[in-house]
């Protein structure tokens, strides 16, 4: 266990050192804004939708290294998938960080973003956590109200 520990200590901190995806995306056609006042991470998140499939996926913003790395990952993660993918996806993760009755382990299937499963021990981190997560399925729903995770 403490070999996958340092493996998705590594992850996290990979990510927030070169975040993919980090960019504006001039053709967006979806973007949301989050803000997290407990921890000051904010971000903007953009997606480009087309035919019911997520395209391309970009974020911009500051906050802490599991804010960032959050980010970074779910960017990666989407790509490719259709909408209800993303929100299925959207929903394992939340369980993923919430859960008081499974265990890390039952979301390796998540696969990297497992890397972000020990926050759920550290309750402020989680909000660092699904930040973009929250913000995510604000763009899909195109609401005009900035999200807060509070
Ligand atoms: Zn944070």
Not at 48 to 58: L, M, P
Not at 109 to 135: M, N, Y
Request: proline share 3%; glycine share 6%.
């Amino acid at each position: 266990m403490s070999d996958l520990r340092d493996l998705y200590q590594e992850t996290i901190l990979d990510h927030n050192r070169s975040p993919r995806n980090y960019r504006s995306l001039a053709d967006a056609n979806h973007q949301a804004d989050g803000y997290n006042p407990l921890c000051g991470d904010r971000l903007t998140l953009f997606l480009k939708i087309e035919d019911g499939i997520v395209r391309d996926a970009s974020f911009e913003g500051s906050g802490c290294a599991i804010s960032k790395a959050s980010a970074s990952m779910l960017t990666e993660s989407v790509k490719g998938r259709t909408v209800a993918e993303v929100r299925a996806l959207f929903e394992r993760f939340h369980r993923m960080v919430t859960s008081s009755t499974e265990t890390p382990d039952d979301f390796v299937d998540l696969g990297k973003l497992a890397a972000l499963g020990g926050v759920r021990e550290f309750p402020v981190r989680v909000k660092c956590a699904s930040l973009a997560w929250h913000t995510l399925r604000a763009a899909l729903e195109e609401r005009d109200e900035p999200v807060r995770t509070e």
